[in-house]
Every structure is written in C-alpha cells, then in structure tokens.
C-alpha cells in the first residue's frame, strides 16, 4: 500500500519530506510532543534508502544525487521554517526592515536546509535497512549539528536533544557526557523503530522497540536518583546567596528621552523592592537601556542611591563605549549602589544582522544595517569573564549566548552562578521565547550551577542545578521573584568534545565492520 504512494516523485521529494520537516516544530517548546521525532526521522531514513533504490528505475531521468538534494532540501526547509519563523517579528518593528520579511522567512531556512542537504548527499549512498545503518544516519545528523553549532558564527537552535526540554529526568544524563554526546545518543534514539521498515522477524523489531523503551526507562531511574539525591544534598547546604529577578515587561523601543529612561529606571527600582537588611543581588533583564550608554544612564544615579543600600548589587545589559576604536560593546555590568561599576562582561556571541552586520563593508554600501540601534555594529567581546561578589562566582551571559555549549565549557571551573539576561520583546508572543527559555534549562544542568533568567517580555526564571524550574514569570508578566541560591561547587564538568567524537568514531567504525561483514 505504502509503495503505491510513494511512487509519486514530487509527493516522496517535495511534499512529505516538507510536511515531516514543519511537524518537527511540534517536539519543542512550547508544545513539546516529542514522540513525532520517533516517527519523523525513521521516515526520513525509510525515504533516503527508497529513492536509493528508485532512482535506478523509476526516478532514473533524475541524478540520485539530485534527488537526494531534493529530500534534504524539502525536510530542511520545513524544519527551519516552522521552527524559525518568528524571527520575522523582529523586522516589523521598523518600517525599513518591513520588505525583508518575505526574504527572511524563505532565504533563512533555505539556507539553513543545507545541512541537512549536503549531510544526506553524502551518506546516503551508504544506507541500508540494517542496524548499522542507523549507526551512520545518526551520526551524521549529530555531525551536522554540531557544525552548525561552530560553522560561521555558529547557530545552534532547535538541536534534537532540546525536544527533551520538558523532562529534567532524561536530561540528566547530560552532565556527564556533555551536550553534543547527548544530542548524538538522543538522535539515535529517535531513528531507532526504523527497524519497523527492516526486513527481519517480528522478534528482532520487538526487540529492538522494547531495548528503546528500557533505555529511556533506565534515563529517567538515573534521572529521578540524581534529582532526588542533589534535593537533600540542598536543603543540607550552608553558603547561601539573595538573588531577586526583575521583568519590568517594558515595550521594546528606542529613542528614549531622558524623561522616558528616568521613568523606566524607576518602574525597575519599583519592581525591585530592594529591602536595606538583606544583602541581595538584583538582575534586571537586557532591553530596557541596553540602547543607551552607560554615560548616558549615568546620570540618573541618584535613583539608585537613594533606594538601594551597601547590601545591594545591581546586574543589568547596558551599551559601552569603547572610546579608541569609537565603537560600543553589549555589555553586563555589575554595579554598588552608587552606580559604580565593580565588573563587566562584553558579550562575544553577537547576533548576525541583528548586533552586527555580516560583510558590514559590502553590504552597507547597499543600504543595510543591523536591526537593533545604531548604524555600526558591536564589538565582540575578547574573553570569558565572571563577575564575583564574595563567594558568588557568576558566569553571565547575554540573550541569545545562552543556546551555546561552548561558553560553557569554557567557563572558569569555580562557577556556581549562571546569570542569563534577554530581551525577547523582538518576537513578540510568537514560540520564540519559550524556544528560547528552553536552552537555559540545558545549560544549568551542564554546568550542575542554579539558572539566574531575567527576560523582559519574555520567561524569567530561576533554575536550579538539575534544570528544575523553581520559580517563573510567563512572557508578558511584569514583577520580581526572588530566591536565595545556594552556592554549589561543582564536581564535574565536561571540558571538550572528546567524548562525543570517541562516539562518533564508534559509529562509523561499527559500521565499516558490519558492512564488511554482509559483503563478504
């Protein structure tokens, strides 16, 4: 029956491989229905080995390369657009930006689909419907996304292990491996009932389907232990840390008058509540004056100083003028109560088009400028630097340098703090935020650290070290929440990718043997 429908070229390269990849939007936040990837990648698999076999007979006035072209770009497509596609509310803020969307919403994910079209180009010659095979299909997913994740500036969004966002119990797993080993064992997990296609004994598929359910199985007993055992280690701790999370829930706009950022600076220290008695840290999300310099925010001290005391310490996103080479950083600053800054950190993982202009050179000359305000682009920040006040160790990261793994690895090993603040009023309330909140759940579990997120018009939260979310407040909710952190030192914390590549030599190893085997 199923041959039947799939002898139709275009329904088999175009519009199912499409339809699979849009369907895959439905296995992230904020829907978190992962069991379509269960269903989505063994077909995607079923279909690279289907048109192998067509494209000596039925697809033959057709390159198989191409068609193999065809399927990635079909799926790719799909994936990014359905999963990107808020990242076009950004450009309605500006009437400038307005005609791009159309180009946005088609050029971004056709581009993006090349990784998943070049991948299955070059492997799908080499699949079969046999065990290894899966092997070397996940793989070079896993590959590909951890290319993605380097290649250019680096876009890491919507990796397949992030499907899992919504259970702390599986991620656990995580903190030992590291994420790039993670998503490749989630990955295989996913292309795994492909057996269901094999020709072999129900007994074998059986089999296979239940070693599938006693591995997640086995996750989640790990999982719930480790939750369970870092609970009690918890309520046993001593060192101990106020931290109040402020989203103000500010309209996202610029050309602020002085009136206006004077205003907004006392909605913030309104919402703060800040309490004399009790030393606290209060982070203020990105957003509110990150459009403005910090000499230009400067002036409005006197707000702070008569609200805040000795006992408080301000981490809020500001602009920062770097007065040789007369360009401005994305900063974290951290600041006393007289509005002086202790620390900083300028942030290295800028957004392309966003932060700055890619082949600002070039593309300026056409008209082009970054999206946020101001003609030049940022800085990039130089180096990894945390922000301490006595025993608090704080990795602080900016927007959207929260989807990275990497910061993390090269984060300094005393961390016992992740402070992350955004501005996800770009997107409105599109699933961009919620896609957003969710890496931060990752990040905190691998560096075993509490989550500090302050987000205006987007999911602030506080995390804890097992990815448990304690306390939130939803996009569009305007407040504190407040929590004090204890202050973990970590054990253990994966430095590199070896293991991850150990593990991809594996399966490319394992599969050169068997492969060697049938042909003998």
Request: charged fraction near 15%.
């Amino acid at each position: 029956m199923i041959n039947k429908y799939l002898s139709n070229r275009s329904l088999v390269l175009y519009f199912i491989p499409f339809i699979l990849g849009c369907l895959t939007v439905l296995s992230f936040q904020p829907f978190n229905y992962t069991f379509v990837n269960f269903i989505i990648l063994p077909f995607i698999f079923y279909f690279i080995i289907f048109i192998k076999k067509k494209s000596k007979s039925k697809y033959r006035k057709k390159s198989y390369y191409k068609n193999l072209f065809i399927l990635g770009t079909s799926f790719g497509f799909g994936f990014y657009l359905s999963g990107l596609h808020w990242i076009t509310h950004s450009l309605t803020f500006d009437e400038n930006f307005k005609f791009l969307i159309p180009f946005a919403l088609i050029l971004i994910p056709l581009f993006l689909s090349l990784f998943f079209s070049i991948i299955i180009i070059l492997i799908g010659p080499y699949l079969n419907l046999n065990y290894s095979s899966i092997l070397i299909f996940s793989g070079a997913l896993a590959f590909s996304d951890f290319i993605r994740a380097k290649i250019l500036t680096g876009f890491p969004w919507n990796l397949w292990a992030y499907s899992f966002s919504w259970s702390t119990e599986i991620i656990q797993f995580l903190h030992l491996t590291g994420f790039f080993t993670f998503n490749l064992l989630i990955i295989t997990l996913f292309v795994l009932p492909s057996v269901l296609f094999f020709k072999t004994s129900i007994q074998k598929k059986m089999f296979t389907l239940v070693s599938l359910m006693l591995i997640f199985f086995s996750l989640y007993i790990y999982g719930n232990f480790s939750i369970n055992k870092n609970n009690l280690s918890l309520t046993s701790q001593g060192l101990k840390f106020n931290v109040k999370v402020i989203s103000p829930n500010f309209d996202l706009e610029y050309g602020l008058s002085n009136k206006e950022i004077e205003k907004r600076l006392k909605k913030l220290v309104r919402y703060s509540e800040p309490n004399n008695q009790i030393k606290t840290l209060f982070i203020w999300p990105e957003g509110p004056l990150s459009g403005y310099s910090f000499n230009e925010v400067y002036k409005f001290k006197k707000i702070i100083s008569k609200k805040f005391s000795d006992n408080h310490f301000i981490i809020f996103g500001i602009n920062r003028l770097d007065k040789e080479k007369g360009q401005f950083y994305n900063s974290i600053i951290l600041i006393n109560n007289k509005f002086e800054i202790i620390q900083q950190y300028n942030k290295q993982k800028l957004v392309p088009f966003g932060e700055f202009l890619p082949f600002e050179v070039f593309l300026s000359k056409i008209g082009l400028k970054k999206i946020t305000e101001g003609i030049g682009s940022y800085l990039n920040g130089e180096k990894q630097e945390n922000l301490v006040i006595d025993n608090l160790n704080i990795l602080p990261m900016i927007c959207y340098e929260i989807i990275f793994s990497n910061l993390i690895q090269k984060s300094d090993k005393n961390t016992n703090l992740i402070v992350n603040i955004s501005e996800d009023g770009w997107f409105g309330n599109t699933i961009g935020p919620s896609q957003h909140f969710a890496k931060s759940i990752f990040r905190s579990v691998e560096q075993n650290s509490f989550l500090i997120r302050s987000a205006n018009k987007g999911i602030s939260a506080i995390i804890n070290n097992k990815g448990e979310v304690i306390k939130k407040l939803n996009i569009d909710e305007a407040g504190n929440i407040e929590y004090e952190v204890p202050l973990i030192k970590t054990k253990y914390k994966n430095k590199n990718n070896l293991i991850f590549f150990i593990l991809l030599f594996s399966y490319f190893l394992i599969y050169i043997i068997f492969k060697n085997k049938n042909e003998k």
